[in-house]
């Protein structure tokens, strides 16, 4: 695909993903990391979570790496614990390099999109999809209103628009597909308030077996590789 | 209500809510910061009050204030935070006066680390407040019982006259899962006729108060503290058994930990070996009861902890001897995998041939 038909259907090399807390954003960014390493493509993916310190995607660090993946968080390196919100700017190097196809994992609401506006400039230079994921599960973006609230706060915040929307609505492995479609009609209410696609819908393998063909957008398996085995 | 995905931390506020909670004083803390931020964000549209003190100690006592006038009223933190509240605490215990305490524990000592930990056990059974005086403490171990107990916390506060403590780790704050937030029937309580508020001028002032200066009656008030303790022991204490029928090892686990341990225990019976499992969800009143219905086949007793062994002690004390007590455990924020508890147990069994 030349560059001007990726353009066209706003597929783009650096995909940035935002939205409230706790909707699956790691969730999604890893999976999505390991779908495209395993298409053989060069993956990179940063952690921009400066929010909250716990199952941020640079915990999967050694699983990712081993993929093939470049993982990029913390100036300091992977340190779980460090509750320090110190970026590598390293992460500039892939958004430029235009072999590399990038996911930019961003911390959640309005407080985790901060550690976005650094990198502004960059992504706009380079292009950009800005994903924003959808869960109708979280009370707070269970309405349209709440999806809207949030997504609207994310794009002052950043200064950038959202390009694209990811359904994941889910009950962790309970998900079924009954649960992805409610999703799915929220972000087709979404899409109709502020005209952005449907981009991603994800959710585990057997919820996605289940779903409908003629569905709106690329669907993505979750591999659960933020839940312990024993959670 | 329906069933939500909620996050713990979040998942307490919206219990409390739902419980009746008006009030909340509190100071931030990681890992437990998301709480007093969903709370400022949602008490004020229930009609309630949310207020960041100075310090943890400023938000005990501002709690200690308001359980006086009868509100429901809580805080939370987490491990230092809570160091910082053991005075407030006792007070509150001393002056008879309900509220919930909630502790989302992160490594210790110290300032320690900011993942999670199960060290602060003889913090929240033994007291780090002064004189003879006992919490109720409960350890959810999913978010459905973090929710569930949030309400009984409030109730058997209410009930007993007594500060109550939910106590989960920093894993059980910041895991996601879905739960339902229930309303539970709350008719037994008696009337707050002890709150101060306000006489119209129809009675004798309430005083709320944990002075005594005179050594008989302060001794009267221990001994009248200690039968409420003690029929709280009674009737208070909740454990879940898992698999104990014919089990050669029996683990004691609460909270996350008995999540990982229950894993352990199904590995373990794929290579044909027998555990159980004990999981205290009362910390104090310690469940002993428990360990009395034990099978004559369990020889030993395998402790396991996020933390160096703390709650060995009590396993200890109700075990009086008969059976051998292990332990294994991780600290500082490392997590048990149930490789480890497997190995412990495996140990044990091998052991004893």
Redesign the interface.
Known sequence: MSCEERKKQKIMRVKIVTGH??TGKTEFSVSLAMKMAAEGKKVALADLDIV????RSRERADLLEQAGIHVISSSLGHQ??L?LPAISAEIRGPIHDTTTEVILDVGGDMAGTNALVNFKKDVEESGYELLYVI?S???ET?TLEGALKHLDGIEMVSGLKVSGLVVNS???R?TTAQDILEGYALAQRVKEERGIPIRYISGIPSALADLPKDLEGEQVEVGMYMR???? | MA?????GN?AIG?AAINAGCKYFFGYPI??QSELPEYMSRELPKHGGVFLQAESEVAAINMVYGAAGSGVRVMTSSSSPGIALKQEGISYIAGAELPCVIVNIVRGGPGLG???PAQSDYFQATRGGGNGDYRLIVYAPSNLQELVDFMQLAFHKADYYRNPVMVMGD??IG?????VEIKKMDEDNLPEKDWATTGTGGKRKPNIINSLYLAPDVLEDHNEHLERKYKTIEENEQRYENHQLEDAEVVIVAYGTTA??A??AIENLEKKGIKAGMIRPITLWPFPEVAFKELDEKTKDLLVVEMSMGQMIDDVKIVNEGKRDVHFVGRSG?M?PT?QLIEDAVMKIVEGRK
Do not use: C
């Open positions: 807390y706790g909250n310190v716990y199952f779980s614990t509750d869960n599960h979280r009370p269970s889910h009950f962790l309970d312990e085995d024993w959670m | 069933k939500v995905l909620m996050k979040e919206a990681t890992p680390g900011i993942q920093g894993m910041q895991m996601m899962e879905p999540r990982i229950k894993t924020g997590i149930p």
